[in-house]
């Protein structure tokens, strides 16, 4: 039984999987099934119907074992989801672990990390949004005063032109100067 017989879709759309992300058609594979896993029934059905735009609901895709305990995981989903409503259709996912992978660019990896640290979703990361950062990041467990601080710190450090705020190209040459941010905005396949 050939690849394309394991799957309920087309060659052509298996293509342009390939052609859209930085997976192989073993890689494809092997996503399709993980997400299938969430829901078979519905996703099984979906495809077999050619219905490649079916989504899984948030509360289903938060089960996978990379979103489960991430802090982010509700604005991964809203920034990934075609829709921003954080239900996934396996286009969405797929492009979530291609951009998350070790293969995807550190621009790219970049662009999407500034959109899911924009909480408020204004197009620049403002103090608000890094106490939301903070706050995620330590479980909510710092006082006020401290988590300030560390604000005021990462505005000193990132705000290249000192206005209380970092844009998407302060965020990007921040992120080009990290040499760990590739290998932490990974998903694992």
Same mark, same amino acid.
């Given at each position: 039984m050939g690849a394309s017989e394991s799957l309920p879709m087309s060659e052509k759309q298996m293509e342009l999987y390939q052609e859209e992300t930085f997976f192989t058609r073993k890689e494809i594979i092997h996503i399709y099934k993980s997400f299938e896993r969430l829901s078979e029934l519905k996703?099984?059905?979906?495809? #077999?119907?050619? &219905?490649?735009?079916?989504?899984? *609901?948030? !509360?289903?895709?938060?089960? =996978?074992? !990379?979103?489960?305990? &991430?802090?982010? @995981?509700?604005?991964?989903? @809203?920034?990934? /989801?075609?829709?921003? /409503?954080?239900?996934?259709?396996?286009? *969405?996912? #797929?492009?979530? =672990? /291609?951009?998350? /992978? #070790?293969?995807?660019? @550190?621009? =790219?990896?970049?662009?999407?990390?500034? @959109?899911?640290? *924009?909480?408020?979703? *204004?197009?620049?990361?403002?103090?608000?949004?890094? !106490?939301? #950062?903070v706050n995620r990041v330590t479980g909510d467990r710092m006082r006020t005063e401290d988590v300030d601080g560390i604000v005021d710190n990462i505005l000193k450090e990132c705000d290249l032109d000192e206005n209380e705020t970092i844009m998407a190209l302060e965020f990007e040459e921040i992120i080009q100067k990290s040499p760990d941010f590739t290998s932490n905005f990974f998903m694992e396949v």
């Amino acid at each position: 039984m050939g690849a394309s017989e394991s799957l309920p879709m087309s060659e052509k759309q298996m293509e342009l999987y390939q052609e859209e992300t930085f997976f192989t058609r073993k890689e494809i594979i092997h996503i399709y099934k993980s997400f299938e896993r969430l829901s078979e029934l519905k996703v099984q059905s979906a495809f #077999l119907q050619g &219905n490649y735009n079916f989504k899984l *609901d948030y !509360e289903e895709i938060i089960l =996978l074992e !990379e979103l489960r305990n &991430n802090p982010f @995981k509700d604005r991964i989903c @809203k920034v990934f /989801s075609d829709d921003h /409503s954080g239900n996934m259709s396996f286009s *969405d996912y #797929l492009d979530m =672990l /291609s951009v998350m /992978s #070790l293969e995807a660019p @550190k621009d =790219l990896k970049s662009a999407y990390a500034f @959109k899911i640290y *924009d909480f408020n979703d *204004d197009g620049m990361i403002d103090r608000t949004d890094l !106490e939301e #950062l903070v706050n995620r990041v330590t479980g909510d467990r710092m006082r006020t005063e401290d988590v300030d601080g560390i604000v005021d710190n990462i505005l000193k450090e990132c705000d290249l032109d000192e206005n209380e705020t970092i844009m998407a190209l302060e965020f990007e040459e921040i992120i080009q100067k990290s040499p760990d941010f590739t290998s932490n905005f990974f998903m694992e396949v």
